[in-house]
């Protein structure tokens, strides 16, 4: 099935003529001349075909059974006589899923949900290739978004590749690729989708946050001590370049042990000042 356009005239000028043909046929009629009743039939039938359309709303027109077109512009129109039209919104919308517990790749229940901006492109596909388009759209967005979450897992924890959390824009493009395939073949355009929620399952939630926690506690704690070392690298050169003190591998090491613990403790050191040995 494939969208087509319906026969239309202009329906004000329909309506003269059906105007027209009902006066002729009173006239005729006062004067007692029965041919007047076919231009008041032939006028009533046309007015079963007057048709007012709104801008972004298109009529599917129907003929005993058989699918004649679609009036797709806006105004007042005249098509088959007697036939059924069924009105198909053009406008974009918006369908917000539901939030759905999936498991991601590494099989964590992850809660996950998504928006997704559609419009229809082919009414004939719309209603006769299925049943109720916005249903089929809505259970085909749940199925795409739980296929796209199974595929990704929701962080990598500082490993390459793509992550739920790490990788919304591409998770959403391959989302909307995947409903523009599905939807297609009911003449459904994928305008935009995005997730809306995305956080761990309840149950696993609490030793998740422990997991990120700590992983950025190590990242932090890599941080000083790398900043440490450098430090305590310059402090050591700078104290040899300036002739200040000469110190042998035993001594050095010890003031690289202090800086280290001065520098990498999360609590502030308590100084003690050598004031030197007695003998």
């Known amino acids: 099935m494939k969208e087509q356009k319906a026969w239309a005239m202009n329906g004000f ?4 003529l059906v105007i027209a043909l009902w006066v002729s046929g009173v006239i005729l009629l006062t004067k007692t001349n029965l041919w007047g009743i076919l231009p008041l039939v032939l006028g009533t039938i046309l007015v079963s075909g ?5 801008p972004n709303k298109a009529f599917v027109v129907t003929f005993f059974g058989s699918y004649i077109g679609t009036i797709r512009e806006p105004g007042f129109w005249l098509t088959m006589p007697f036939s059924a039209r069924k009105g198909v919104s053009l406008r974009v919308r918006n369908f917000n899923s539901k939030t759905l517990k999936v498991n991601d790749t590494e099989g964590n229940p992850v809660e996950i949900a998504a928006v997704v901006v559609f419009k229809v492109v082919d009414t ?8 109720k388009y916005e249903q089929f759209v809505e259970i085909q967005s749940e199925t795409a978004l739980r296929h796209v979450a199974s595929r990704y897992p929701y962080d990598r924890f500082e490993q390459d590749g793509y ?11 391959e989302l909307a690729l995947e409903l523009h395939q599905r939807l297609a073949i009911v003449g459904v355009e994928i305008t935009e989708a995005r997730l809306t929620h995305l956080a761990y399952s309840t149950e696993i939630a609490g030793a998740m946050l422990q997991r990120q926690q700590a992983s950025a506690i190590l990242a932090a704690r890599q941080i000083i001590v790398d900043g ?12 040899e370049k300036g002739n200040v003190v000469k ?3 035993e001594r050095k090491a010890a003031m690289i042990n202090n800086l280290l613990v001065a520098i990498v403790s999360d609590r502030s050191a308590q100084p003690v000042i050598n004031t030197g040995s007695l003998y």
Request: glycine share 4%.
């Open 13 to 16: 000028l329909a309506l003269i």
């Open 50 to 54: 007057l048709q007012v359309t709104q």
């Open 124 to 131: 004939a596909k719309a209603i006769f290739d299925v049943d």
């Open 163 to 173: 992550s739920l959390r790490g990788n919304a824009e591409e998770v959403a493009k």
């Open 228 to 239: 440490a070392m450098g430090m305590v690298q310059m402090a050591i050169e700078s104290l």
């Open 247 to 249: 110190l042998d591998e």
